[in-house]
């Protein structure tokens, strides 16, 4: 029975998915890092703040009980990117039995290809976090000492002055954290949930959180941040932040950076009558944003 150019694609792939499969994943997925990740089913996600209530007043005796309204604070909008990529092999490769070598070589580089931008696409969230060309829903960047709220006040997730990665900017951070407020003014309590750096500060990370007395000094004092299980799930280097000085934490207030999957990676093959090349793409399609700034905690260091 002779086989047919189709079936001999449908022979092929498996083994590409497979190859596709492996390269991609030994490349990292440093985005499930910072983001959460939800799935969607529309051509763009929007996604909407409350400001919940303000706090129970008393209720005097005969008196009437006090109504409050909840209001939008913001709404945060998300618009899918389609990331796709292919490369073909020539009937002629094919007729000098150069198809083996080549499929495999081109698809560890597809999936190379795919990862890096998905990469470089979730960090720029984070490398573009203080410019006021990148605002969220609420009008102003990501990382911004004016944050504004519905009762009028701010909330301010970065320093005032920039400062770099040491024991005094992190327990500051920390503190700084565990005073925001909701849309009403109500504490929320935050805490952080682990420190992001590039690769050039993952040794002082690794220090700062990990030693059990304190740091750079002759003191015989504990280690607070260490003690206190102040930044339970420790740091992650994240190697596609461009800000060498940055720094970052994650905090635990939900609905913070977010990643929607609209389509998830999915490989074809097909041949093309009129050339005999055989053709193999790779396709996805998703977003990366923020839909509550106070998600996220940054600093783009002194220097």
Known sequence: MAISRAQLLKELLPGLNALFGMEYASYGEEHKELYEVESSERSFEEETKLSGFS??????EGQAIAYDNAQE???????HETIALGFSITEEAIEDNLYDSLSKRYTKALARGMAYTKQVKAAAVINNGFSGAYVGGDGVALYSTAHPLVNGGTNSNTFTTQADLNETSLEAAVIQIAAW????GLLIAAKPRKLIVPPNLMFVAKRL???EL???TTDNDI???KAMG???EGYKVNHFLTDTNGWYLITDVPNGLKHFVRTPLANSMDGDF???NVRYKSRERYSFGWSDPLGTFGSAGAS
């Open 55 to 60: 706090a129970a007043p008393v209720k005097n």
């Open 214 to 216: 304190r740091v750079g």
């Open 73 to 79: 604070a913001w709404t945060a909008r998300y618009n």
């Open 181 to 184: 407020t909701d849309e009403r």
């Open 230 to 232: 102040s930044i339970p």
């Open 223 to 225: 280690n607070a941040l």
């Open 209 to 211: 959180l990990d030693t």
């Open 274 to 276: 009129d050339t005999g």
